[in-house]
């Protein structure tokens, strides 16, 4: 055997090792592209907004929404009390409570829409992701979670228009489309130490009276407050006791402590703790908020009445 055919053994020999070397890499490689194929990131996304579910504002923010992402969307309310901020911020923590881990909720309700106020991503431990104006729309969700990260949307690479003059759906609607397809919260622009938060007072036990705000008034006129359902154990409350109701400013209100609106007379005032395990003011059959002229963020008092 010539010492040129051992030659070419050898080389075809180095030759098909490099080519075995070579066909494991790419078989390493294509696996992990079939990997992410198989569990893409693809989260699901809730709408929270005061635009009214005949609006044509929701059709529109869903649009850019599928335009950038072909995301599962649902509609988590549109109806917040227009321009309620307090409102919207409340409702907000209630449903992220109960939705799992990494879902995107986008948050409007902007009153004004001011160009110059900043539009931020939030993303909690949980791995929830908030989008929306740095208006105290996040109160409730930063006090109550913990907070990994807060960024402003400023990065003019995701845009095709200016973000400086766009409005509020176009950025956060495409924002959190990306952000749900995989796109890297701290990507969306410079991080934010001092998100804006409306203060809060946390309901207390003050002498005789126990002492709170009004939170959430739903859609028949009952007033949640703050004051949570063992403070009314620990301040002495019994079920059939008289109550005297002080809320926002105005004229006092006798009212029973009750489990629920049908423990009075039909048109009369009832405190009870709720399903939340909030205190409730209401009317049975009537609207506590419209009777009392009372908005969120407004004081409570309520105490027995001797």
Known sequence: MGAGHIMNQRIIAGLTYILVILSLAGAAFTGSLRQEEIKPVNRLMVLFTDFGRESYRVPNLKGIIYSANEARVVD???????????????????????????????????????????????????????????????????????????????????????????????????????VASGYAVKDVGPPVDDPHTFDLEDAIIVGSKMAGEIVLIDHFGNCVTNIPGNMAEEFGLELGDEVIISAGGGVKVEAMFGRTYGDVPQGKPVVFVNSLDLMELAINMGNFANFQRISTGMKTEIEIKR
């Open 76 to 178: 988590g309310t549109h109806e917040i009390t227009p321009f309620d901020v307090r409102e919207g911020a409340f409702l907000l923590y209630l449903a992220a409570k109960d939705f799992p881990e990494n879902v995107v909720f986008i948050g409007i309700v902007a009153p004004g829409d001011p160009l110059e106020e900043r539009r931020i991503v939030v993303r909690t431990g949980k791995g929830q992701i908030f989008v929306g104006p740095d208006n105290g729309l996040f109160t409730h969700v930063i006090r109550n979670f913990e907070v990994e990260l807060v960024h402003q949307i400023t990065n003019q690479d995701m845009f095709a228009k200016p973000v400086s003059s766009s409005l509020i759906s176009p950025i956060v609607g495409r924002v959190g489309a990306l």
